[in-house]
């Protein structure tokens, strides 16, 4: 007996609860990627999410080839293929607006998290005279151990001789765009070459000049 002829037709309900699971399966890692950050474990630059439109592009394939879960039998399948495939490229709109939103929430709060590095920093300029040439430098007498739950910063001092300095951590989220996280003593010098500063709080999401 044909298998097919035994296998109970699939309701419109049921197809749209497969297509929505196909939905956060393709969209959901992309998601998760961006907000990560909000754990304060890790995810600060997830520079792999540069190939999401490839994703994107690619997963009708996985529809067609998953038609039989996610296309209802009967005159709707046309219908339902079509909703499918509007969802999907519709997806990556709200999908990024959300993420990249949490995303500037979890730096916000990974910067509150790195202030006491910013204050013993200060107190180490004040005293020594001249920018710590690492972050190594302030323990134990400038702040008894440094902050967890940040990003790799890194200080930057802004020239030989120059108290001013940077603290930076590359929060990229795409292969083509370089971002960082900064807290810097001296904004128009530090930002006069970037291409966008966002700020947020008492720091910035800077985007970095491409270098051609």
Do not use: K
Not at 65 to 92: I, K, Q
Not at 106 to 112: E, F, N, V
Request: proline share 9%.
């Amino acid at each position: 007996m044909d298998e097919r002829a035994v296998r109970p037709p699939r309701s419109v309900r049921q197809c749209l609860v497969a297509g929505a699971i196909a939905l956060v399966l393709v969209h959901g890692p992309f998601f998760v990627g961006l907000c990560w950050c909000l754990t304060g474990f890790g995810g600060w630059a997830p520079r792999w999410l540069g190939h999401y439109l490839l994703v994107v592009a690619a997963a009708p394939l996985l529809f067609v080839l998953f038609r039989t879960a996610l296309l209802p039998t009967g005159p709707h399948r046309l219908s339902a293929l079509l909703l499918l495939l509007v969802l999907h490229f519709a997806m990556p709109v709200p999908v990024s607006w959300i993420g990249r939103g949490v995303r500037a929430f979890a730096l916000r709060q990974a910067g509150d998290r790195a202030m006491p590095l910013v204050h013993a920093i200060e107190r180490f300029v004040q005293s020594e005279g001249r920018v710590p040439q690492s972050l190594d430098d302030l323990v134990p007498r400038w702040l008894p151990e440094l902050p967890s739950r940040i990003p790799p910063f890194r200080i930057q001092p802004h020239s030989p001789g120059n108290v001013g300095w940077t603290l930076a951590a590359d929060v990229s989220a795409s292969n083509e765009v370089s971002s960082q996280l900064e807290f810097t003593t001296d904004p128009d010098r530090a930002w006069r070459e970037a291409n966008l500063v966002r700020r947020i709080g008492a720091w910035a999401i800077v985007q970095l000049p491409t270098r051609g």
